[in-house]
T-cell receptor, first 115, second 109 residues
Framework: IAGITQAPTSQILAAGRRMTLRCTQDMRHNAMYWYRQDLGLGLRLIHYSNTAGTTGKGEVPDGYSVSRANTDDFPLTLASAVPSQTSVYFC??????????????FGPGTRLTVL | GQNIDQPTEMTATEGAIVQINCTYQTSGFNGLFWYQQHAGEAPTFLSYNVLDGLEEKGRFSSFLSRSKGYSYLLLKELQMKDSASYLCAAIDSNYQLIWGAGTKLIIKP
């Protein structure tokens, strides 16, 4: 049982390049999330998806896009990377339905550096 | 606006007890989580409180007061492996998680 996997583990990227961070879960959770974590700021929600086929914007969505074609996969794309997007990116999932809330399970993270 | 406050850093001695406080201001409230995050690793779930009172789970306990917008995480019999950051997160009326910046706990022998 893998839980949530993310790829790549780390990446150095030139500014202006396009990059997709991959996230896959095998727990059949309906909800998935992308966060960035920067020193002193805690986790900030970028985008989320409550169920396959739907996505929503979080606190810091600008410069990022997501898709949710199926239950298991939730890729995050940086269309044109900028240095301020240097961060650690965590994908998470939860078995959350309307009116209830369960814990989120996190992937191992992707450390992204934009030069 | 919505806000979570917790101390940036705390230091404690191995074998002792430490209490990490968290205050929250959210639009609506549907519960509060505590997560543990070791350096370079992903956050992992510790506890969830939605009703007032103390939830005990082994060496860790979590307390919630909804009227005061306050929670704490109590760690007993501290071990060196408890050195980590502890993240407080409140669920708002839209079932979105509002995260604190985390408290870095340093355990000294």
């Amino acid at each position: 049982i893998a839980g949530i996997t993310q790829a790549p583990t780390s990446q150095i990227l030139a500014a202006g390049r396009r990059m997709t961070l991959r996230c896959t879960q095998d727990m059949r959770h309906n909800a998935m999330y992308w966060y960035r974590q920067d020193l002193g700021l805690g986790l900030r929600l970028i985008h989320y998806s409550n169920t396959a086929g739907t996505t929503g914007k979080g606190e810091v969505p600008d410069g990022y896009s997501v898709s949710r074609a199926n239950t298991d996969d939730f890729p995050l794309t940086l269309a044109s990377a900028v240095p301020s997007q240097t961060s650690v990116y965590f994908c998470a999932s939860s078995d959350s339905t309307g009116g209830s809330y369960n814990e989120q399970f996190f992937g191992p993270g992707t450390r992204l550096t934009v030069l | 606006g919505q806000n979570i406050d917790q101390p940036t850093e705390m230091t404690a001695t191995e074998g002792a007890i430490v209490q990490i406080n968290c205050t929250y201001q959210t639009s609506g409230f549907n519960g509060l989580f505590w997560y543990q995050q070791h350096a370079g690793e992903a956050p992992t779930f510790l506890s969830y409180n939605v009703l007032d009172g103390l939830e005990e789970k082994g060496r860790f306990s979590s307390f919630l007061s909804r009227s005061k917008g306050y929670s704490y995480l109590l760690l007993k019999e501290l071990q060196m492996k408890d050195s980590a950051s502890y993240l407080c997160a409140a669920i708002d009326s839209n079932y979105q998680l509002i995260w604190g910046a985390g408290t870095k706990l340093i355990i000294k022998p």
